[in-house]
Structures are given as C-alpha cells and as structure tokens.
C-alpha cells in the first residue's frame, strides 16, 4: 500500500542547506518521490511512496528537534505522482515576496490569524456573518472553494500582496475573515499579510481544506473537488462530490484539467469529458490555436 502525505512546519533553522542535504540524503535511501522546500523559516513537503518507507521518513524527521512535533496529512496516492525527489533551498518556503514581514519563532509564524479547528468553524460560520477568502490561485479555486467564497484572480502567492494593496478587498478590513487554503501553509502567511493591512479579524483554516474534508467529506461547507500539485490533479472526499468548474468549451460542469496542446502556452485548461474527445479543443484559447496552426503550416514569405 502507498501513500502520500502533506506537511510544514514554520521554525528558525540556522543552516537550511545542511538540512536540504540531510533531506535529500534521508529520502533518496528511502527512494521516496516528492518535494520538499526548505528556507531559514521552515521545511514545506509533499512525499509520496510505501506506506512503511513513508512512516520511516517521519520517524526520521522526529528525531530532529525542530521537526518532531509537525502534523502529516495523509491520502491516498502513490510515488508514481511525482516524476522524482526535489529537495530545495529557497528564500521563502511559498514564494509570497514578503521575507521582510514573515517573522518566525519556535512557536511558529508570529502576528498570524487565529487558527480555527474544523468543528470549530461551523460554530463561528452559525454565529456571526463570516467572509472565506481563499488563498489558492484561481484555476485551484475554479474546481472546489468554500460555499460563497471570495476567490482572487492570483496564479502564484507572489499576486497576493498587490491585489490586497489595491483596495479591491478593504470593504472586508472590519469583517470576520476565514483564510483558507490546501494543507494550511499559504494562510499561515496570507493572514499575516492581511492584518499588516488593517483587516481585523482574520481568521485561518487550522489544517487546510485537507483536514476539513477529512472530518466532513462532502456534507459541509465545501463544494467540488481539491486540487492537488502532483498527478492525480484532483481529489474528491467522497462519492457526493460535484463538479463546480465550467469546461472551457461547452461551460459543462467539470473537474478535469489538462494542459494547453501549444507547448509555448502549457497551462492548464478545464475541459470535459466530451469535449476532450476532440483534440482540436485542447488549447487554452483560440489565440493558442491560432498558434499552433501557424507553427504547422506557416505563411508564406
């Protein structure tokens, strides 16, 4: 049986390359597939591989101080997801440009939003007017958010601090704000970043949507399906689940991704069933179409 799990973990590490090497070491002799990404202010994983190759790692990374106490997120996958092992130093653990506002200690990201429990958050939802805001990229938001929820036209993190900066959001500074995200990690940062910006009551998903359809499936508050980075794409948490994406074609609903046919364009494109049956349909715009026909039968000089 295989597995993949999810985790971060926000701490000060003195030397971020010597625990890039040790990580990279530890899972190539485990022959784990993945990533990891690791800064000076945390570590931030996706693993996949044996179940008891995957608790192997763990049991590793528990014997390291600042790592013993992270929280794994579990599902259902296998190592053949990930094309290989990438282990990283970069600036940021999610690349949000904002070194200089992060601030971390051992007990975490300080001048965050308070975290809520899933349970929790039915009761807050039941008790006051609340705001979600999603803090995924769009084409993420497009197959599955929170019921009502603001989902931002961002494609990276790096988008989020100019649209907060816009002024398109401050009609929400004096409302009760639910950050959420896929394992919890983006929101540790968004929220931070929020109330820097004078929204009062920021609220964060403790564990991600991760957790929340793991407590309750498809019977809450979410709709559609969770889009994964490596190649399942998609998960659902149960048979329930719909589809809220709209295919690029024939505004079908549907979850299904498949990258643009133009090898220059390659993003993603929300296309059915149906009309993927139809290879002429696999670009993410007519522009896109309009370029590959050229490259096959160019004009005449």
Not at 174 to 196: A, P, W
Not at 216 to 245: H, I, P, Q
């Amino acid at each position: 049986m295989q597995k993949i799990i999810l985790y971060y973990k926000f701490t000060n590490l003195a030397d971020p390359k010597a625990i890039m090497l040790w990580q990279k070491s530890l899972t190539d002799s485990l022959g784990l597939k993945g990533r990891i990404i690791i800064s000076k202010d945390g570590i931030n994983g996706t693993l996949g591989g044996d179940i008891k190759v995957v608790k192997a790692y763990i049991k590793a990374n528990k014997q390291y101080d600042q790592f013993k106490d992270i929280n794994y997120k579990w599902s259902d996958g296998e190592e053949a997801e990930f094309p290989r092992m990438s282990v990283k130093v970069r600036d940021e653990v999610v690349t949000f440009n904002a070194q200089d506002e992060l601030k971390v200690n051992s007990q975490g990201v300080v001048g965050g939003g308070k975290k809520i429990k899933p349970e929790k958050l039915h009761e807050l939802v039941s008790s006051k007017e609340v705001v979600f805001f999603d803090g995924r990229s769009k084409y993420e938001a497009n197959v599955g958010r929170f019921k009502n929820a603001i989902t931002p036209e961002v494609r990276t993190a790096k988008d989020f601090i100019p649209i907060l900066e816009s002024g398109q959001y401050d009609h929400l500074k004096d409302k009760t704000v639910i950050t959420y995200c896929t394992g919890g990690i983006r929101c540790e940062i968004l929220s931070v970043l929020m109330k820097n910006r004078g929204f009062s009551d920021v609220y964060q998903l403790d564990g991600g949507i991760v957790k929340y359809g793991e407590k309750y499936k498809d019977e809450g508050l979410w709709e559609g399906s969770l889009y994964v980075f490596d190649g399942r794409m998609a998960v659902r948490f149960s048979e329930k689940s719909k589809n809220v994406g709209s295919c690029i074609h024939c505004q079908a609903k549907t979850s299904n991704y498949e990258n643009c046919a133009l090898k220059s364009c390659n993003d993603l494109v929300l296309i059915c069933k149906d009309c993927l049956k139809n290879s002429v349909n696999l670009y993410h715009s007519i522009d896109c179409k309009r370029q590959a026909t050229l490259a096959l039968d160019p004009l005449p000089a």
